[in-house]
């Protein structure tokens, strides 16, 4: 009642949350439904709640085949690899950056850096294939011109999480590297004068002022990535690996698996089980590791 | 004797001083060359695409992707907009973009004030309802099924625009927004008599054009962007985003029936310069604004970095 009350009270408040609330309600909790349907032996005629129910049979599919390990480890490498790798390139060229004195040379050095961020995964795997593809890439013009031999990339399973690792990098540097500078200017300027007048070196000031106190910073960051192991990128690995069946030994990401299983197989429950396991063990770390970032750092972590 | 050991500790601390000032010149020389390559890599790619976008198809062919072009080509520009693919994907890119863009930033922001208004008792209910979606997905399947089988979105616009009209991250970076806003302004406008409403479009929300406006970019920046929606429900080529075109050039099924529709076209399909065009036309239009919207971007990233 009470409840009521408050509501038609604020009635026109909370009309303005209104299209939020009902989107968030359709978009994001009706479909939670779905989750059924790793239970259930779906047959699109039967439709969500016609079809019969299955209890553990589709998890057990997945989980005797060595799919299931096959995608989870590649799902954690890849991510594990971005995080690494990522945040301390990102790290270095913010402590760099900073260290320029030039205005101009910094402010274009980082607008080049950022750019990547701009553009989709799509417009990326162009760009890879102009490197890498067999007859015309770029890197195999540049081996044959050396006298050595080309080579099929697209058939190499074993380099891709390199690749992959460097596309990564190599686009998001520059997002991260705003994150650090910012925490970097936020550094005060006494440290480093204190430090200037007992005959620091540039490199002695890194190492004992500018990174201790960013430190936490780069924490939280890998923190709220770690907490998102699980969910692989999928415009990313989907975009630049595509159907390259040859790849997938290495590149196989479980939102990539369980897409194939949904619109190439059709195969509902497989990839409803999938997407299940995907989605609480998801849970499970996010809040285990925003929780760690949340006492490392009480305003940096996710709410 | 004393002349002289004084003598040798003055020489020391000048080669000291010396050495000191060498070893920073390497270092800063270090950093120049590690942040001058980084972006130098950074920027590669775009120059090969753009430039090779008008290198003749056979010099591509013949030569590979070069940093100047051999022999320079509007053949790929001028194949890619004789046939109607391009600009009818045009036309959806930036129908979604723009549509999109719009709806979300107002459904967002009215949302994300109400989370931060201190009358409203349930804005922790709000809150949480919100935050939950963010950490339990709904999953790929009952998605699909929602779109296509419930809501019949299939081969419509719709479906390109409906499902990111709320990113509950960006309400967030709304809601510590709104937060800051002194009250004061909206108790003197409740006396004044204006509504809630009245209150939130008329002072709120064009009193928040930083926020806005920083948000915005992102939405439409992640609408441009997309091909994962286009990928599920979109089957109908009509309808392909410019990123879906993309992706049928690369995965390069009948390039010359899905760019040129029924246009004749007598001469060899310029098979990589169609490609690089598409890709050219699809970004120019971020590449161009870049300059204009960067320090948006930068803000919203280093807000949504503190807050989030």
Not at chain 2, 15 to 39: M, P, Q
Not at chain 2, 56 to 85: N, T
């Amino acid at each position: 009642m009470a409840m009521v009350r408050e509501i038609v009270r604020n009635r026109y408040l909370y009309a303005l949350a209104l299209p939020g609330l009902l989107f968030l309600v359709v978009f994001a909790y009706v479909p939670m439904a779905g989750h059924l349907i790793a239970f259930k032996k779906y047959r699109l005629a039967d439709g969500l709640w016609g079809s019969k129910w299955a209890g553990f049979d589709n998890f057990k599919f997945f989980f005797m085949s060595s799919d299931w390990y096959k995608v989870t480890l590649n799902t954690i490498l890849l991510n594990g690899l971005f995080i690494v790798c990522g945040l301390c390139i990102a790290l270095a060229l913010a402590i760099f950056l900073n260290e320029v004195h030039s205005r101009l040379y910094q402010k274009i050095a980082q607008s080049f850096i950022f750019l990547p961020y701009f553009i989709s995964w799509l417009v990326v795997s162009m760009m890879v294939f102009a490197f890498l593809n067999t007859t015309d890439g770029i890197v195999n013009r540049m081996l044959q011109s050396n006298g050595l031999e080309a080579r099929n990339w697209y058939l190499m399973p074993g380099i891709w999480p390199a690749v992959l690792t460097v596309i990564y990098v190599w686009k998001f540097a520059g997002y991260y590297s705003i994150i650090f500078l910012a925490a970097i200017t936020g550094i005060s300027g006494e440290y480093y004068e204190s430090a200037r007048i007992d005959g620091a070196t540039r490199f002695q000031q890194i190492i004992h002022i500018t990174i201790p106190l960013i430190r936490n910073v780069l924490i939280v960051l890998g923190l709220l990535g770690v907490g998102r192991i699980f969910y692989g990128d999928f415009g990313m690995i989907y975009g630049i690996v595509g159907d390259t069946a040859p790849l997938y030994p290495t590149t196989d990401v479980i939102d990539t698996y369980s897409y194939r299983a949904l619109r190439q197989l059709g195969d509902f429950s497989k990839s409803s089980a999938v997407v299940l396991y995907q989605s609480v063990m998801g849970l499970v770390t996010i809040v285990l590791f925003n929780a760690v970032a949340r006492k490392i750092d009480k305003d940096s972590s996710l709410f | 004797m004393e002349n002289s050991m004084q003598r040798v500790r003055h020489l020391k601390t000048v080669k000291a001083k010396n050495d000191r000032s060498l070893s920073e010149k390497t270092f800063v020389g270090f950093i120049y060359a590690f942040t001058g390559l980084f972006a130098l890599i950074c920027f590669l790619p775009f120059w090969l695409v753009a430039i090779n976008s008008f290198a003749a198809e056979s010099a591509i062919k013949r030569h590979g992707y070069q940093l100047i072009p051999k022999v320079f080509s509007l053949d790929a520009y001028r194949f890619l907009f004789h046939g109607r693919q391009v600009v009818s994907s045009y036309g959806v890119s930036l129908t979604v973009t723009v549509a999109g863009t719009v709806l979300a930033v107002l459904i967002t922001a009215m949302y994300a004030y109400v989370l931060a208004h201190p009358k409203v008792k349930y804005r922790n209910v709000l809150a949480f309802l919100t935050y939950f979606t963010m950490i339990f997905g709904a999953g790929l399947v009952g998605f699909y099924i929602l779109i296509a089988n419930w809501l019949h979105l299939k081969d419509t616009l719709w479906a390109l625009i409906l499902p990111y009209l709320l990113n509950p991250f960006f309400a967030f970076i709304m809601v510590s927004f709104f937060r800051t806003l002194p009250y004061e302004i909206n108790e003197a406008a409740t006396v004044d008599g204006a509504s809630d409403w009245t209150i939130f479009f008329r002072i709120i929300f064009p009193i928040s054009k930083p926020v806005v406006a920083t948000v915005a970019l992102f939405y439409a920046l992640q609408y441009w962007n997309d091909f994962f929606l286009a990928l599920m429900f979109i089957d109908n080529y009509k309808l392909h985003p410019l990123q879906m075109m993309i992706r049928q050039l690369i995965s390069n099924i009948n390039i010359s029936a899905y760019v040129g529709g029924n246009t004749a076209y007598t001469r060899p399909l310029p098979t990589y310069g169609v490609q690089l065009a598409t890709v050219c036309v699809t970004i120019g239009p971020l590449i161009f604004l870049y300059p204009f919207i960067q320090k948006y971007f930068v803000k919203g990233i280093t807000i949504g970095a503190l807050k989030g």
